[in-house]
């Protein structure tokens, strides 16, 4: 297999923008691993019957996203994913409409939410508004709508994708919103992934219930184990090896 046939092809008049998308889709969902040699410019040209020009500007915004390193002899070289700039606002569009992220990015996004949602629904449980409850209840009040209708699996991934924002918001600190809004594109990857491998949502929509109640009930503690046990769905249904064995899923226990 050559090179190029990693790339699918784009429209004979696309934009560099719409050919660095086409480009950063194939790393970011894993086509070329660390170190690979990137094909050269000429090569592109002709596979997308584009301009030197199209091409080279589109390397260069892949190339500022930490994606490619072009180096003068060596060529365009894919660089690691530690260097991957995951909070540029190319990324979030990127990464919006991934539908296979890279396996690496998958473990390293699972990671931050394990690490961030606990202490954001801590948070929740502790500043949460009478308008927080009505939006994060609401969301949940979708999910257990769309549960059972497996032509409404994409608005049950909406539902779920807003249940988690709105602890985000919920939890009235600043920074750690932000971060959730930075990295929602990475997230809703996430959870598509692990939405679509399973087809039965009622343990999910049961570990949910209970963060929604932990909060509502101003219950942090309660929270973060209730967060925890969302997670190791989570985790089970996308298959993720090295977890905690403390967020290995098991049997829930009453709150």
């Known amino acids: 297999m050559t090179e190029l046939e990693h790339l699918p092809h784009a429209a004979a008049d696309a934009d560099a923008d719409t050919l660095a998308l ?5 790393i970011l969902s894993g086509q070329w691993a660390s170190g690979d040699i990137f094909p050269r410019e000429l090569d592109l040209c002709r596979h997308f019957d584009a301009s030197r020009n199209r091409i080279r500007n589109a390397l260069a915004t892949l190339s500022s996203c930490g994606l490619i390193e072009r180096t003068a002899g060596r060529g365009t070289i894919v660089r690691d994913i530690a260097d991957w700039h995951l909070l540029d606002p190319n990324m979030s569009l990127w990464l919006a409409g991934l539908d296979t992220p890279h396996p690496q990015l998958v473990h390293e996004v699972f990671a931050f939410r394990l690490a961030a949602e606990p202490y954001v629904s801590e948070l929740a449980a502790l500043a949460a508004t009478a308008q927080d409850l009505a939006k994060i209840e609401s969301a949940f009040n979708g999910m257990c709508e769309t549960a059972d209708d497996p032509e409404q699996r994409n608005a049950h991934i909406d539902y779920d994708i807003a249940f988690h924002e709105a602890i985000y918001s919920a939890g009235h600190n600043l920074v750690w919103r932000q971060m959730g809004l930075l990295l929602r594109p990475s997230i809703v ?7 679509h491998r399973v087809d039965r949502l009622d ?8 963060v929604l109640e932990a909060i509502r009930m101003r219950q942090p503690a309660a929270a973060r184990e209730a967060t925890e046990h969302v997670l190791a769905r989570t985790a089970a249904d996308l298959e993720l090896s090295g977890r905690p064995t403390a967020l290995r ?7």
């Not at 086409?22 to 194939?26: F, N, R, Y």
């Not at 343990?203 to 209970?210: N, T």
């Open 189 to 195: 990857a996430l959870i598509q992934r692990s939405h």
């Open 22 to 26: 086409v480009l950063a889709h194939t």
């Open 249 to 255: 899923p098991g049997p829930l226990t009453p709150l």
């Open 203 to 210: 343990d999910s929509l049961e570990r949910h219930r209970r």
